[in-house]
């Protein structure tokens, strides 16, 4: 028998505690616990995602240039979304057919996100880094749904960025009943229809990050269109049998505003696919309260667990409004806004229950 043919051969008297079964030698070196420094990588701002593949803007002042990146493999699934600051390496050219690396993702100043629907407890992440919210409604074809916009609202709330209102297709529809629904909240309202001055809402997304979040259909690609003239957005039109629109967007892409009355750093607006549902199963009722501070110190003395809710016993809005401190129209829009997170909130909860 060669040596190979014997090697491993246990015969009579073998002793089992000595032997040598053959198994792999231990590692001679103890696995390191170091993690790479990407401290000093290039930042990069996302600009979309297509396909498995990161299309960036590099922070580069003196030459900033498009790259597109892979992915590191450690990061996970779902963690990079369209506007988020990322270190890369690898090859940063930017040069037709090289690939960079997004290797770490810089800590989000905000998050904006949703849910499929009430009963799902899943947060989506839509767009990361954004400090303005523009809600897009049309006031015609498709008809406006102030269910819809509140919904939207109280996510903007929850992400902590500033919320606006843009009603478009103002020349089908008269604007003056949402308006007056709205203005109460003390969020900023622009009304546009074809060939309208869009100055005064240039001036509000300058120097912004802005994201553009509305039903399919309410015009909001052609809003982009006309704010960034090369932007080459995809317009559709809405059905005539369904009064819905089609999705035109189908990701999310952030693109840079033209200089408007302040230089070169006009700031962005990200272009969002339209969305038929917003889930707000992940948001409180106590988060929407802190962004209205000056309601939320009337509820110092309300009783505990008051919901702020009309009928609420005892409830400290109540009293500032009897006391002429708070209108009657700013506590009903809030109120209304509430009402958006706890009827989502109490659709979460059957669903748990049923499941249990």
């Known amino acids: ?59 580069a002042p003196d ?50 996100n949703r849910t499929a629907d009430d009963t799902d407890p899943y947060e989506r992440p839509i767009v990361a880094n954004a400090d303005q919210l523009v809600v897009v409604t049309a006031l015609a074809d498709p008809q406006p749904s102030a269910g819809m916009i ?20 103002a020349d089908l529809a008269d604007p003056t009943e949402l308006v007056d629904l709205y203005e109460p909240l003390d969020v900023p309202i622009f009304v546009s229809m074809p060939d309208s001055n869009l100055d005064e809402l240039r001036a509000a997304l300058a120097h912004h990050v802005t994201v553009f979040v509305g039903h399919s259909g309410v015009g909001k690609s052609t809003l982009i269109n006309r704010l960034v003239p090369d932007a080459d957005r995809a317009t559709g039109v809405v059905n005539d049998v369904t009064g819905k629109g089609r999705h035109t967007s189908t990701s999310a892409i952030a693109l840079q505003l033209p200089p408007f009355a302040g230089g070169p750093e006009a700031g962005w607006v990200i272009d969002t696919p339209g969305v038929r549902s917003f889930g707000l199963s992940h948001v409180s009722a106590e988060t929407i309260l802190e962004a209205f501070p000056d309601l939320m110190r009337f509820t110092a003395d309300c009783p505990r667990g008051c919901n702020h809710h009309a009928g609420a016993p005892e409830c400290g809005l109540d009293a500032a409004l009897a006391r002429g401190d708070l209108s009657a129209q700013r506590l009903t829009s809030f109120r209304r806004i509430l009402e958006a997170v706890d009827g989502a909130r109490a659709d979460y909860s059957s669903v748990q229950e049923r499941n249990h």
């Open 63 to 112: 030459s900033p240039r498009h790259l597109v990146a892979a992915k590191a493999r450690q990061l996970g699934r779902g963690a990079v979304i369209v506007g988020d600051v990322v270190r890369v390496v690898g090859d940063t050219s930017g040069e037709e057919g090289t690939l960079a690396r997004i290797v770490q993702v810089e800590p989000r100043r905000t998050e904006l």
């Open 1 to 59: 028998m060669s040596p190979r043919q014997t090697r491993g051969v246990i015969g009579r008297g073998t002793d089992f505690d000595s032997h040598d079964f053959g198994r792999p030698a231990k590692r001679t070196r103890p696995r390191t616990k170091r993690r790479p420094d990407y401290s000093e990588a290039p930042t990069a701002r996302v600009i979309t995602v297509d396909r498995g593949r990161y299309h960036l803007l590099l922070d």
């Open 150 to 169: 509140d919904r939207v609202l109280v996510a903007g709330y929850d992400a902590g960025v500033k919320p606006l209102i843009c009603l478009t297709k």
